[in-house]
């Protein structure tokens, strides 16, 4: 495993753009090249997603890594930003899935095991993956790590009906596509045909389908579980396009829900819609934002509409119903992106400016608390924690109630 490290010495005034160190993972026996990048170091060591995809590259999982390190800034969470990634065939054998799983569990063994990182589900990677990772590196974990596509999902959706309800879009007539329907994606169309929306077009790496009446949502489930990406093939209520026809169909909400970059200069040349509310990270390049400020269109940060998957999980092992989550996420968060939608037209300053603004304020506090070092009275409250273990709806409550300040607290110079 070869490691690139970066020294920074000074306390930073806000993120930075390169990451902490970078280890390669390259196993030639087993055919694995991976990378872990840890951007970033809290208290609690830093985490992000394993993704599993054929042609991932360095750079784009340092840029995840630093995304991370925005959404645990945004929601003053106790973690530095992290990714993980690793070139693996879509096709691959489910045996041979896990074999290269476990290896590479067992190359980054160390970082799990001193707590420096700590994986989890990203995209093409489920639960079962990740157990796979932590056994390899000699873990044993009594329960998975929660799926967190679901709770990104919510997010995200309430971004979308923020949004609408703040351009004064009713849900019947809200045209919205989805670029990238996996995952995440099919929660979020379940979400839409609930609230009433109309999906007119979606689509996957292998192609793209549209309906400006609306797709069946049903219909698109039931292929997705069977076909996979190539759902998008089947005969349903649809026509079939390429993946570059989506981007110019009539639409009002636009949700990528795909790899980074995928909404390049020339793709926002042709976008045609209101708002982007963006459910993949690092969406945009430089030169998509830059046309689709050019545009009139808003651009919702990736970093806090997403973050429902950092956000959830934790509410959910607390014990959090369906229900409560759903509350907050549809209540108090939907309510901060509004005020974010407001506060961006009334400066006159993209939606992600001001987000990045919140992150950086937030970042030296998590940049401090995983440098402190832990003392003999900190580590007695630690041991003791651990054995009178505080009931779970304590906890609950008290999560609830931070992160309801943490909404509150956003955009509110209104």
Known sequence: MKIDITTKTLTPEKIPDSPLFVAEIKDPAFELLGWLVIHSFGSRGSCGGVRLYPDISREGVELLAKAMTYKYSFHEVALGGAKAAVRLPFDLPVAE?????????????????????WPWTDMNSSSDDIMQIYQGAGIKISTPPVNSAYFTALSTFAGVMAAAEYYQIAPERCKITIEGLGN?????????????????GASTRIGAVVNLKGLDVKEIIKFLEKAGDFWVKQNGNWEIISKEQLFSLPMNIHIPCARVHSLTQTVARNLNCRVVVPAANVPCTSGGELKMNEKGIKLLPDFVVNSGGVVGPGLSRLGGSDDEIRNLFFGDF???????????????????????????????????????????????????TRRVRTPKKLLLKKKVGDIKRILHERFTQI
């Open 184 to 200: 995440v994606g099919k929660y979020l169309a379940i979400e839409i045909a609930r609230w009433g929306g109309k999906l007119t």
């Open 97 to 117: 899935r896990a074999t290269m799983l476990r290896k590479l569990g067992e190359h980054i063994a160390p970082l799990i095991k001193s707590r420096i990182y």
């Open 334 to 384: 939907k309510e901060m992106i509004a005020r974010l939608l407001k506060l961006s037209d009334r400066n006159q300053t993209p939606p992600t400016v001001l987000a990045s603004l919140e992150s950086h304020k937030n970042f030296r506090k998590l940049w401090v608390s995983g440098r402190k070092k832990t003392t003999h009275n900190r580590r007695i409250f630690r041991s003791l």
